[in-house]
C-alpha cells in the first residue's frame, strides 16, 4: 500500500470522529472500505483465488455492510442530533494524539510498507477511540468497522497476505456481528426512541 | 476401547453438526422445538461427553485430526461446556414458559431462543477442540453474534442495554486480539505460509527463533483481546450486565462455558509463547490480570446485590483465580485449574438455574437482592446454598482443594507475595458470599406467598446431580496432580 493511499484511509478515519450526521459517517466509512477492497484488489497475487477473495472482501465491506447501515438508518431517524460527548476539534485532536502515540509506540513489523504498518495500528486506535467517544449507537458500530479495516491493512500488507480461511472467516463473523449490532440498534431506538447511549445507564452497582 | 477411539473423529464432527442441525430444525419446526431441542442437546453432549472420556481415560495420548485436537485440557474444556449445554437445554422449558415479553414476535420467540442457544453452543464446543490460533478466534467471535441475541432476548430496556454492551465490548476486544493475531502471523515469517502457521504447535516451534518485540507485542494484544472476552478485569465491564439479564440458562452457559473456554485459548497462547518470551513475561501479563480481576471482584461480593449479578460478580473472582493457575503451570497448578474449571461450572451453573424458579416466586430478586428464600421454596434454597457455599471454597467442596493447590503452586514458583494476596482476597470473598447467601436464604421475605413450582423441582433435581458431581470431584481432588491426564496438560503443547 502506498503512504498516500494510508494517509487518506486515515483521515478517512478521522473524518469519522468529527462528522456530525451518521449517513456522513457511513459515507466515509463506505469510502474508505472501497478503497481498501481496491487496494486488495490491486495487491492481488497471480492466483485467480487472490482476485476472487479479494473481491468478495471488496463487495461485503464496499456494498453489504454498507447496505445494512444505510437500511438501519432510514429504519432509526432521529428528531434531532445527538449531541456530541466534546467538540469536533478536541475530538479529532485528542484521537490524532492518541493514534500517532500509538502508531509510534508499536515496534517495527519490518514489512515492506512501513506506511501501511503505521496506518493500521492507527486506524484501530482512532476506531476504539469513536467506540468510546461517539455517544449514537451507530456510530459505535461504525467505529468498530473502522477498526476492523485497521486490522485488514495490516493483514493486506502482510508477505503473502493473510490465509483465505482466516480473510473470509473474518469477513462472516464481521457481518454477523453487524448485523446483530444493528439489529440491537433499531430495537434500542425502538424502545428509547432515540440511539443515543447516554439512555443505556441503567444498569450500575 | 479402540473401537471407540476409532469413532472420535466421527463424534467431533457428530458433536458439532449435531446442534448446527437442531438450531435448523427449530426455526422451521416451530411446534416441536422443546423436544427437537432436548434429543439434540442429549445427543450432542453423549457424543462430546463421550471424546473426554476416551481422551482422558487414553491419557496421555490426544486425540489428533487434521482440524482438531483433544489432549487433556481440551477434554476436560469438553466435558464441562458438554454438561453445561445439556443442562441448560433441559431447562430451557422451565425459563421459556413463563418468560413473558421477547424480542422477537412471540409465535416465533421459542424457536429463535432455541436455535441461537444451539449454535451458541455449537460454537462453544468447537472452541476447545480448534487446533489453531486463528480459528479457535473466529469460533469465539462467532459466539459473540449468538449469545448476543440471547442475552437481550427478553427485550426489556435493560436487557438491550445488557447485549449492546456485550457486542460492542467483546467485539472491540477481540478486534484487538485479531491485531494481535495477524501481527504474530507476521512475526513467524519463516514459518510455513498459510492457515498452518497459526497451528498451536508451529507457533510455539516458529516462535523459537524469531526476535522478541513483536512477539511480546502479538502475546499482550491477544491475551488484552481475549481478556473482555474472558471477564478479566479491568475489561471486564459487559460481564455483570450480560450475565444478569440473559435468561437463566444462558447466563449459566455463559459463565460456565464461555468464559472458560476461552480461557484454554489464553492458556494454550501461553504454552506455545512461554518458551520464546520466557515465563517471567507470560506469567506478568496473566497475574496481573487475575490479582486485578480478585481486587475488583471481591468488593462487590460484599454489597447487597441482585442474586445474578452476584454471581456475575463471583464469575469474575474466579476467572482471576483461574488465570493465577495457568500463570503458574505446573501439575499442582494445572490440576488446580481444571478442577477450579470444572467445579466452578458445575456450582455456577446451579446458581443461574436456581434463579428460573427465583424470579417466578419474586420477580423483584431481578433487581434486589433476595430474601427468605428458604421460607417460600426449599429446593431453591437449596440450589442457591449449594452453589454458593461451593463457589465461596467452602471445603470439601471442589473449588476449595482447587483454590488451595494453585495458592500452594504460586508459593513453590517463588510467588509468595502473589499467593497471600490472592489468599486473603479469597478469604474476603468468601465472607461477602456467606454473609449474601445468609440474607438470601434466612432474611425477611418481600412476600409470604408461596406457589408450588416446576421449575423448583427441575431445580431440585439439578441440585442432586451437581452434588453427586461435586462430592466426586472433592473425592478425586487431591489425586489429580499425579494422574496422566494433568500431567499431559501441564507439559503443554508438544
Given at each position: 500500500?502506498?503512504?498516500?493511499?494510508?494517509?487518506?484511509?486515515?483521515?478517512?478515519?478521522?473524518?469519522?470522529?468529527?462528522?456530525?450526521?451518521?449517513?456522513?459517517?457511513?459515507?466515509?466509512?463506505?469510502?474508505?472500505?472501497?478503497?481498501?477492497?481496491?487496494?486488495?484488489?490491486?495487491?492481488?497475487?497471480?492466483?485467480?483465488?487472490?482476485?476472487?477473495?479479494?473481491?468478495?472482501?471488496?463487495?461485503?465491506?464496499?456494498?453489504?455492510v454498507?447496505?445494512l447501515l444505510v437500511f438501519t438508518l432510514?429504519r432509526t431517524?432521529?428528531?434531532?442530533?445527538?449531541?456530541?460527548?466534546?467538540?469536533?476539534?478536541?475530538?479529532?485532536?485528542?484521537?490524532?494524539?492518541?493514534?500517532?502515540?500509538?502508531?509510534?509506540?508499536?515496534?517495527?513489523?519490518?514489512?515492506?510498507?512501513?506506511?501501511?504498518?503505521?496506518?493500521?495500528?492507527?486506524?484501530?486506535?482512532?476506531?476504539?477511540?469513536?467506540?468510546?467517544?461517539?455517544?449514537?449507537v451507530l456510530?459505535?458500530a461504525i467505529?468498530?468497522?473502522?477498526?476492523?479495516?485497521?486490522?485488514?491493512?495490516?493483514?493486506?500488507?502482510?508477505?503473502?497476505?493473510?490465509?483465505?480461511?482466516?480473510?473470509?472467516?473474518?469477513?462472516?463473523?464481521?457481518i454477523?456481528v453487524v448485523t446483530v449490532a444493528l439489529g440491537f440498534s433499531h430495537r434500542i431506538h425502538?424502545?428509547?426512541?432515540?440511539g443515543?447511549?447516554?439512555?443505556?445507564?441503567?444498569?450500575?452497582? | 476401547?479402540?473401537?471407540?477411539?476409532?469413532?472420535?473423529?466421527?463424534?467431533?464432527?457428530?458433536?458439532?453438526?449435531?446442534?448446527?442441525?437442531?438450531?435448523?430444525?427449530?426455526?422451521?419446526?416451530?411446534?416441536?422445538?422443546?423436544?427437537?431441542?432436548?434429543?439434540?442437546?442429549?445427543?450432542?453432549?453423549?457424543?462430546?461427553?463421550?471424546?473426554?472420556?476416551?481422551?482422558?481415560?487414553?491419557?496421555?495420548?490426544?486425540?489428533?485430526?487434521?482440524?482438531?485436537?483433544?489432549?487433556?485440557?481440551?477434554?476436560?474444556?469438553?466435558?464441562?461446556?458438554?454438561?453445561?449445554?445439556?443442562?441448560?437445554?433441559?431447562?430451557?422449558?422451565?425459563?421459556?414458559?413463563?418468560?413473558?415479553?421477547?424480542?422477537?414476535?412471540?409465535?416465533?420467540?421459542?424457536?429463535?431462543?432455541?436455535?441461537?442457544?444451539?449454535?451458541?453452543?455449537?460454537?462453544?464446543?468447537?472452541?476447545?477442540?480448534?487446533?489453531?490460533?486463528?480459528?479457535?478466534?473466529?469460533?469465539?467471535?462467532?459466539?459473540?453474534?449468538?449469545?448476543?441475541?440471547?442475552?437481550?432476548?427478553?427485550?426489556?430496556?435493560?436487557?438491550?442495554?445488557?447485549?449492546?454492551?456485550?457486542v460492542?465490548?467483546?467485539?472491540?476486544?477481540?478486534?484487538?486480539?485479531?491485531?494481535?493475531?495477524?501481527?504474530?502471523?507476521?512475526?513467524?515469517?519463516?514459518?510455513?505460509?498459510?492457515?498452518?502457521?497459526?497451528?498451536?504447535?508451529?507457533?510455539?516451534?516458529?516462535?523459537?527463533?524469531?526476535?522478541?518485540?513483536?512477539?511480546?507485542?502479538?502475546?499482550?494484544?491477544?491475551?488484552?483481546?481475549?481478556?473482555?472476552?474472558?471477564?478479566?478485569?479491568?475489561?471486564?465491564?459487559?460481564?455483570?450486565?450480560?450475565?444478569?439479564?440473559?435468561?437463566?440458562?444462558?447466563?449459566?452457559?455463559?459463565?460456565?462455558?464461555?468464559?472458560?473456554?476461552?480461557?484454554?485459548?489464553?492458556?494454550?497462547?501461553?504454552?506455545?509463547?512461554?518458551?520464546?518470551?520466557?515465563?517471567?513475561?507470560?506469567?506478568?501479563?496473566?497475574?496481573?490480570?487475575?490479582?486485578?480481576?480478585?481486587?475488583?471482584?471481591?468488593?462487590?461480593?460484599?454489597?447487597?446485590?441482585?442474586?445474578?449479578?452476584?454471581?456475575?460478580?463471583?464469575?469474575?473472582?474466579?476467572?482471576?483465580?483461574?488465570?493465577?493457575?495457568?500463570?503458574?503451570?505446573?501439575?499442582?497448578?494445572?490440576?488446580?485449574?481444571?478442577?477450579?474449571?470444572?467445579?466452578?461450572?458445575?456450582?455456577?451453573?446451579?446458581?443461574?438455574?436456581?434463579?428460573?424458579?427465583?424470579?417466578?416466586?419474586?420477580?423483584?430478586?431481578?433487581?434486589?437482592?433476595?430474601?427468605?428464600?428458604?421460607?417460600?421454596?426449599?429446593?431453591?434454597?437449596?440450589?442457591?446454598?449449594?452453589?454458593?457455599?461451593?463457589?465461596?471454597?467452602?471445603?470439601?467442596?471442589?473449588?476449595?482443594?482447587?483454590?488451595?493447590?494453585?495458592?500452594?503452586?504460586?508459593?513453590?514458583?517463588?510467588?509468595?507475595?502473589?499467593?497471600?494476596?490472592?489468599?486473603?482476597?479469597?478469604?474476603?470473598?468468601?465472607?461477602?458470599?456467606?454473609?449474601?447467601?445468609?440474607?438470601?436464604?434466612?432474611?425477611?421475605?418481600?412476600?409470604?406467598?408461596?406457589?408450588?413450582?416446576?421449575?423448583?423441582?427441575?431445580?431440585?433435581?439439578?441440585?442432586?446431580?451437581?452434588?453427586?458431581?461435586?462430592?466426586?470431584?472433592?473425592?478425586?481432588?487431591?489425586?489429580?496432580?499425579?494422574?496422566?491426564?494433568?500431567?499431559?496438560?501441564?507439559?503443554?503443547?508438544?
Amino acid at each position: 500500500m502506498s503512504g498516500p493511499l494510508v494517509a487518506v484511509l486515515v483521515a478517512l478515519g478521522l473524518g469519522v470522529v468529527v462528522v456530525r450526521r451518521r449517513s456522513v459517517a457511513i459515507a466515509l466509512i463506505s469510502a474508505q472500505s472501497l478503497l481498501l477492497g481496491a487496494g486488495a484488489l490491486s495487491l492481488a497475487g497471480e492466483r485467480s483465488a487472490d482476485y476472487v477473495v479479494a473481491g468478495i472482501v471488496l463487495v461485503a465491506k464496499a456494498g453489504v455492510v454498507p447496505a445494512l447501515l444505510v437500511f438501519t438508518l432510514h429504519r432509526t431517524r432521529e428528531r434531532r442530533l445527538v449531541a456530541a460527548a466534546a467538540p469536533a476539534l478536541a475530538r479529532l485532536l485528542a484521537c490524532a494524539v492518541i493514534a500517532l502515540m500509538v502508531s509510534a509506540t508499536m515496534p517495527s513489523l519490518g514489512l515492506d510498507s512501513e506506511a501501511a504498518e503505521r496506518g493500521a495500528f492507527a486506524l484501530v486506535a482512532i476506531g476504539i477511540f469513536v467506540v468510546v467517544i461517539r455517544r449514537p449507537v451507530l456510530f459505535q458500530a461504525i467505529g468498530l468497522l473502522v477498526a476492523e479495516n485497521g486490522i485488514y491493512l495490516l493483514a493486506l500488507s502482510a508477505p503473502g497476505g493473510m490465509p483465505f480461511v482466516v480473510d473470509l472467516g473474518v469477513l462472516f463473523d464481521l457481518i454477523l456481528v453487524v448485523t446483530v449490532a444493528l439489529g440491537f440498534s433499531h430495537r434500542i431506538h425502538g424502545e428509547f426512541g432515540t440511539g443515543d447511549t447516554e439512555y443505556l445507564r441503567g444498569l450500575r452497582d | 476401547m479402540a473401537c471407540v477411539t476409532d469413532l472420535v473423529p466421527l463424534l467431533v464432527v457428530a458433536m458439532l453438526a449435531l446442534p448446527v442441525g437442531g438450531a435448523i430444525v427449530c426455526t422451521i419446526s416451530v411446534r416441536w422445538t422443546d423436544r427437537v431441542s432436548i434429543a439434540t442437546a442429549v445427543l450432542t453432549a453423549a457424543a462430546a461427553i463421550t471424546v473426554a472420556l476416551v481422551v482422558a481415560v487414553d491419557a496421555p495420548h490426544v486425540s489428533r485430526g487434521s482440524w482438531y485436537l483433544v489432549d487433556g485440557a481440551a477434554a476436560v474444556f469438553l466435558a464441562v461446556v458438554a454438561l453445561v449445554g445439556l443442562a441448560s437445554a433441559l431447562l430451557s422449558p422451565a425459563y421459556l414458559r413463563h418468560a413473558g415479553r421477547s424480542w422477537f414476535r412471540a409465535s416465533r420467540a421459542r424457536a429463535w431462543y432455541y436455535a441461537a442457544l444451539q449454535l451458541f453452543w455449537a460454537a462453544l464446543l468447537a472452541v476447545p477442540v480448534a487446533e489453531n490460533l486463528a480459528i479457535a478466534w473466529l469460533l469465539v467471535e462467532a459466539t459473540t453474534a449468538t449469545s448476543a441475541l440471547l442475552v437481550g432476548f427478553s427485550g426489556k430496556p435493560s436487557a438491550l442495554e445488557a447485549g449492546w454492551k456485550y457486542v460492542v465490548l467483546t467485539t472491540l476486544g477481540l478486534a484487538v486480539a485479531l491485531l494481535g493475531i495477524v501481527v504474530l502471523y507476521i512475526a513467524l515469517g519463516a514459518a510455513p505460509s498459510g492457515l498452518a502457521r497459526l497451528d498451536w504447535e508451529q507457533i510455539a516451534r516458529g516462535a523459537t527463533g524469531v526476535g522478541g518485540d513483536a512477539v511480546i507485542v502479538s502475546f499482550v494484544l491477544i491475551c488484552v483481546g481475549l481478556a473482555a472476552k474472558i471477564g478479566w478485569a479491568p475489561v471486564h465491564n459487559w460481564l455483570p450486565d450480560a450475565h444478569s439479564e440473559a435468561p437463566p440458562p444462558v447466563s449459566a452457559l455463559l459463565s460456565a462455558a464461555l468464559l472458560p473456554s476461552v480461557l484454554l485459548v489464553a492458556w494454550r497462547l501461553r504454552d506455545a509463547l512461554e518458551p520464546t518470551l520466557g515465563a517471567g513475561a507470560v506469567r506478568a501479563v496473566l497475574l496481573a490480570f487475575g490479582l486485578c480481576s480478585l481486587a475488583v471482584a471481591v468488593p462487590f461480593l460484599w454489597r447487597p446485590l441482585a442474586w445474578k449479578r452476584l454471581l456475575a460478580y463471583s464469575s469474575l473472582e474466579h476467572m482471576g483465580v483461574l488465570a493465577l493457575g495457568v500463570a503458574v503451570g505446573g501439575s499442582l497448578a494445572t490440576a488446580g485449574v481444571l478442577l477450579h474449571v470444572a467445579g466452578h461450572a458445575v456450582a455456577k451453573a446451579l446458581g443461574f438455574y436456581a434463579a428460573i424458579p427465583l424470579l417466578r416466586q419474586d420477580p423483584e430478586a431481578a433487581e434486589r437482592p433476595a430474601s427468605g428464600v428458604a421460607l417460600k421454596s426449599r429446593p431453591t434454597a437449596i440450589a442457591m446454598g449449594v452453589s454458593l457455599t461451593v463457589l465461596g471454597g467452602l471445603p470439601p467442596g471442589p473449588l476449595f482443594a482447587s483454590e488451595l493447590m494453585i495458592l500452594l503452586a504460586l508459593i513453590d514458583a517463588g510467588l509468595l507475595p502473589v499467593a497471600v494476596v490472592a489468599a486473603l482476597l479469597l478469604a474476603l470473598g468468601f465472607l461477602g458470599l456467606a454473609h449474601a447467601l445468609l440474607e438470601a436464604l434466612l432474611g425477611t421475605p418481600r412476600s409470604r406467598r408461596a406457589r408450588p413450582m416446576h421449575s423448583a423441582r427441575a431445580v431440585g433435581l439439578a441440585t442432586a446431580a451437581a452434588s453427586v458431581l461435586l462430592l466426586a470431584m472433592a473425592a478425586v481432588a487431591f489425586e489429580l496432580p499425579d494422574t496422566a491426564l494433568v500431567r499431559e496438560a501441564a507439559g503443554g503443547l508438544r
